[in-house]
C-alpha cells in the first residue's frame, strides 16, 4: 500500500471512530423507569446465595425506536449478579421516546439491588 493510499484509510478510521454509530437520546432513570411498560426482576443468584453475596449492578441500555432493549452492558457491579441482570433488562419493555414527534432510540442506566 502506498504511503498515500494508507493516509486515506487511517483518515477514514480516524472519522469512523468519532461519529457516533447512530443519533440517540441519553435520559435519566428517573425519566426511564417512568416509560417502563414491562419489567422483569432479576433472580437471585444462586452462588451470590452461597456466599452470602449481595450488593447494586448498574446496566446500561440503549433502547430502540420500538421501546425495545437492543443493547445491555454491565457499568458496575459484582459478577456474579451480570448474567441475571441482563437476563432480565432484555426483557424489559419501554414505551417509544419521542423528538419532534419521532420515536428515537435512547439510552439510560438501571440499577438492579441483590438483597436478602
Do not use: H
Not at 32 to 41: C, E, I, Q, S, T
Not at 106 to 114: D, G, K, L, R
Amino acid at each position: 500500500m502506498k504511503l498515500s493510499q494508507w493516509m486515506r484509510c487511517a483518515l477514514l478510521v480516524a472519522v469512523a471512530a468519532v461519529l457516533p454509530v447512530a443519533a440517540q437520546e441519553e435520559i435519566t432513570t428517573a425519566n426511564a423507569l417512568g416509560r417502563v411498560v414491562k419489567k422483569v426482576a432479576p433472580t437471585f443468584p444462586v452462588a451470590a446465595k452461597q456466599l452470602n453475596v449481595t450488593g447494586t449492578q448498574d446496566v446500561q441500555i440503549v433502547v430502540d425506536e420500538e421501546g425495545n432493549v437492543i443493547d445491555a452492558k454491565v457499568l458496575k457491579g459484582n459478577a456474579l449478579f451480570t448474567q441475571s441482570s441482563l437476563a432480565a433488562i432484555k426483557e424489559w419493555k419501554f414505551t417509544p421516546l419521542l423528538k419532534d414527534g419521532q420515536p428515537v432510540k435512547f439510552t439510560t442506566v438501571v440499577s438492579f439491588n441483590y438483597t436478602k
